[in-house]
């Protein structure tokens, strides 16, 4: 494909700059223009691209030469910029999480389809060998029924972390409050493990209750949080994170399935079988390494982005995909704030 598609960002701080690189070491992608209400961050990225720079999102969307724009911006701007996005008739790429609501969601959905664009979520981590080889070796029925997945992250976030990211490119304190980010570890990091699980299993969720709550942080967001959930299938999830845990081990997540186990660590992937699958021996763990061929995920996404809008196709996770994780998330918190578990499909309205 020699077409490359040309891309606007749409926020140019601390997460743009990874989708900055990525769109560099890109063959089907570049970028053409630049906006953040900072200037200098905007001129920034911009001149890494030979890219035209912006402080206003109309300059940005009367461009003709932006075919799609990608959103990497404080939570709450996510949906009321792709909806505008949307209907100027450019493609989008919202990072996560999609939205705050499942509301905003289905707004962001509807403008896309209305204005005939292509609604993707950046969540690349399905894209990483990891999952791609759980969703493998699960659905190629190695481990047999799932009986459980279970996620494990801990992380201490510097109080830094809240008034700028991790860099402090862009100082900023939305993170602190739930009305602008919606939520802290589960919707700000939690949502590319549970967009994996999504990938890797296709559940049908049943049933979700949560507990958590903000116990070591001076924010209104949760820093500590586990929840249960049900699947259709009787499979059992669970998950607990933190971001203020002091020496910040994870276990990671696993799949525990009738004839196997799967350990998607962050360093080493390992599987356990108690039949041989293909070329996997049985009765000892078995260490599989990632090519080093492996792709960038984060290029990755972009570029399928890419040949989905200049070839057709779905994106690589699009909007409906994306939106599966947010119910998940969404179920968590509602189930807290009732004091009981929340069935599915979630239901935002108050309940009487």
Known sequence: MNERLRYGLVGCGEIAVHTSKAILNSQA???????????ELAEDLAAKHGAKAATRLEDLLGDEQVQAVII????YLHAPLAIQAAQAGKHVISEKPMACTLAEADAMIEAADKAGVKLGILL????????????????GGAVGRVLAFQFHSMSAKPESYWHGGYTGRAKDDWRMYLEKSAGGILIMNMVHNL???????????????AEHSTLATKVEVEDYLSMVMRLKDGAIVSLDASSAAPGKESHGDRIYGEK?????????????????????KAGEWLEISKPPTWPDTRTEYVDRFAQAVLTGGEPPVSGREGRRSLEIIRGAYLSMKRGRPVKFPVRERPEA
Do not use: W
């Not at 992608?29 to 200037?39: A, L, P």
């Not at 990497?72 to 939570?75: G, I």
């Open 29 to 39: 992608s570049c970028v053409v223009h630049c906006m953040d209400i900072r200037g």
């Open 72 to 75: 990497s911006t404080p939570h």
């Open 124 to 139: 690349p981590q399905r894209l990483g060998f990891h999952v791609q080889k759980a969703r493998e070796l699960v659905r």
């Open 195 to 209: 967009d994996s699980f999504v990938s890797i299993l296709d559940p049908a969720p049943q049933r979700i209750y």
């Open 260 to 280: 196997g186990q799967i350990d998607l660590g962050r360093n080493v992937f390992r599987v356990f079988l108690t039949e041989p699958s293909a070329d996997l």
